[in-house]
């Protein structure tokens, strides 16, 4: 081990545990894989050229490394591949050609999933097709994001005495803010592949319907995505909605999690667990991030709609994830309809609850329909 790096917990853990022979096997992986174990018969996998330098490259940046066992299948659907598999691509460290000034972010993004060239190309080609088509990045065209913890302390830091006296109530809300809300520019990357970031089907490679909806949350002037990020940064959950200016109302397909955030889940959105686990209250904290978002949204629409402000908000309840929460509201007697081609089946093809009518300001607060 190089003496001027320094290994994080979470590596010298991973290089520690014990496989079924009594191995150090992760250990004895990322040895074989840089070339140190060639005169030993390992059964567990095959080696076919060393990686030099792999053994320092994934100490030192291990999280990273880790990332890439998050990638897609044939079909575009999220899966988990083996750890052989992903420190091989966290090595080789994808460099894809096209890479220019105003596509870098693509780029950045996928190469840390180890994504391929195929899929760098439809990301970039999907994104420039909105460019080409003057589709505005934010519905209300202008961004709307919650600032994270880390950005709230620093203004804590930043305020005069007089504004301290106040500190205690920030410190208070900060509480809510371990995980914040934003709605993503649709020319962002991660709109491509969210569903690598929230466990299900919307990557724009998906065979599925998740692939119109990755698709639309780019391309259609009427869709965008609401995320959820966690005190990191990094996107845990998703909303992507429609709205209709014409009448005046939105729909969200449905809320999805990361996996991460889905313990014991018996059916989509259903916990075997209390309301006062400490999952549930996870939940129930992405859940805010939701509403405050939408909240936002709201107040930005209606300042810029003044004549003909947004006067319902419904969401789908097929694959939804936050299914405890959501139904704290009214169920929808009829569906708010959604264009075919965005592919909304959790919406449209199941029932709908209303999160906001204009009369009752339900986003403020879901108490009233229990």
């Not at 959820?228 to 940064?233: L, N, R």
């Not at 939940?283 to 629409?301: D, H, N, T, W």
Request: include cysteine; hydrophobic fraction near 30%.
């Amino acid at each position: 081990m190089p003496l001027d790096v320094v290994p994080n917990q979470e590596f010298l853990k991973f290089i520690s545990i014990q496989g079924d022979k009594k191995n150090f096997q992760n250990l004895e992986l990322i040895l074989n894989l840089e070339g140190n174990l060639n005169n030993i018969s390992y059964d567990d996998f095959e080696v076919d050229e060393s990686y030099p330098g792999i053994f320092t490259k994934v100490m030192s940046n291990f999280n990273k490394a880790k990332s890439y066992r998050d990638t897609l299948d044939e079909n575009g659907k999220p899966i988990k591949v083996s750890w052989e598999r992903a420190l091989k691509k966290f090595y080789l460290n994808n460099k894809y050609l096209g890479v220019t000034d105003e596509n870098a972010d693509i780029s950045r993004v996928f190469s840390r999933k180890g994504l391929s060239q195929e899929i760098f190309d439809m990301a970039n080609e999907l994104r420039q097709k909105a460019k080409e088509e003057n589709i505005p990045e934010h519905i209300l065209n202008k961004p709307i994001r919650e600032e994270s913890i880390l950005e709230s302390i620093e203004k804590i830091k930043s305020q005069t005495e007089k504004e301290l006296v106040n500190t205690k109530e920030i410190i208070e809300e900060l509480y809510d803010k371990q995980f914040t809300y934003e709605w993503l520019s649709k020319y962002d990357p991660h709109n491509s592949i969210m569903g690598l970031f929230c466990s299900c089907c919307a990557t724009i490679t998906s065979n599925y319907y998740g692939g119109e909806i990755a698709k639309s949350s780019v391309i259609a002037p009427d869709v965008q995505n609401l995320v959820v990020k966690d005190i990191k940064g990094d996107i845990i959950s998703k909303g992507t909605m429609y709205i209709n200016k014409e009448e005046g109302y939105a729909v969200i397909n449905d809320f999805e999690i990361n996996q991460k955030y889905r313990n014991r889940e018996k059916s989509p959105g259903k916990y075997d667990v209390e309301e006062t686990s400490s999952e549930e209250q996870e939940r129930e904290m992405i859940f805010k991030a939701f509403q405050r978002g939408l909240s936002a949204f709201v107040k930005e629409y209606d300042r810029q709609n003044p004549e003909n402000p947004l006067k319902q908000i419904n969401i789908g309840m097929g694959y939804n994830r936050l299914k405890r929460q959501v139904e704290r509201f009214k169920k929808e007697t009829s569906n708010l309809s959604v264009p075919r081609e965005y592919s909304f089946l959790d919406a449209v093809a199941n029932e709908q609850y209303i999160l906001y009518k204009r009369e009752e300001k339900e986003i403020e607060n879901g108490e009233q329909d229990r």
